[in-house]
């Protein structure tokens, strides 16, 4: 039953992180009419729910997040499964070659 909620769990994680990148998708078509010139691109890291255990009985979790080769990663939020980051991050990005947003 355990691996059922952490399956059920990371589902959930993933479908918003799928969001988020549908969301990245519909800015990378709005800016492709304007070809070379740079944009800033800001992702807020606000929160996470419901997180499966990771350790013994909590999680230390954190966001890892990479646009157009730069990494930039959230502060840990130790011993939490219901983690409130509330952090921005700044991307400067060429328009023309707008790369997708990956989270781990």
């Given amino acids: 039953r355990e691996q059922k909620e952490k399956a059920r769990q990371q589902k959930n994680v993933k479908d918003r992180l799928t969001t988020l990148e549908s969301s990245l ?3 990378r078509e709005e800016l492709e009419g304007h070809p070379h010139r ?3 691109v800001s992702v807020k890291v ?3 729910r ?7 009985t909590k999680s230390d979790p954190y ?8 990494t930039k990663t ?3 939020k130790r011993k939490q499964l219901n983690p409130i ?3 921005t991050f700044v991307f400067q990005v060429n328009v023309a070659e707008m790369p ?3 989270l781990e």
């Fill in 25 to 27: 998708d519909e800015l």
């Fill in 38 to 40: 740079m944009r800033k």
């Fill in 46 to 48: 606000k929160h996470a």
């Fill in 50 to 56: 419901n997180l499966p255990i990771m350790d013994t």
């Fill in 63 to 70: 966001v890892i997040m990479s646009i157009g080769g730069v």
């Fill in 74 to 76: 959230s502060s840990v």
């Fill in 85 to 87: 980051w509330n952090e």
């Fill in 100 to 102: 997708k947003l990956q």
